[in-house]
C-alpha cells in the first residue's frame, strides 16, 4: 500500500481517539468536580465532534483493512 493511504489511515485514527471520547471525558470530570454538572449547554460543541470522531475511525478502520488487503495480495513469500 502506498504511503500516503497509510499516512491517512493513521491520522483519521489519530482524529478518531482524541475526537470520540471527548464527550464522556468531559461529562466525566464535570460531574466529579460539580455533582450539579450539566454538559447540555456543551452539547452543540461536543456532538458534531463525537460524530466526526466516529466518521473519522470508521475510515481509518475502512483505509486499514485496504492496506492490510493490498499488503497480503502484493506478499513475497520467503
Not at 3 to 28: K, N
Not at 45 to 71: I, K, R
Amino acid at each position: 500500500a502506498g504511503a500516503r493511504l497509510r499516512a491517512w489511515a493513521s491520522w483519521l485514527a489519530i482524529v478518531g481517539i482524541v475526537f470520540y471520547p471527548l464527550r464522556d471525558t468531559v461529562g466525566f470530570w464535570g460531574r466529579y468536580l460539580n455533582p450539579q454538572y450539566s454538559a447540555g449547554t456543551l452539547g452543540p460543541v461536543l456532538y458534531p465532534l463525537m460524530w466526526a470522531g466516529g466518521t473519522a475511525m470508521f475510515f481509518a478502520l475502512l483505509l486499514s483493512l485496504v492496506v492490510f488487503v493490498q499488503g497480503a495480495r502484493n506478499a513475497t513469500p520467503r
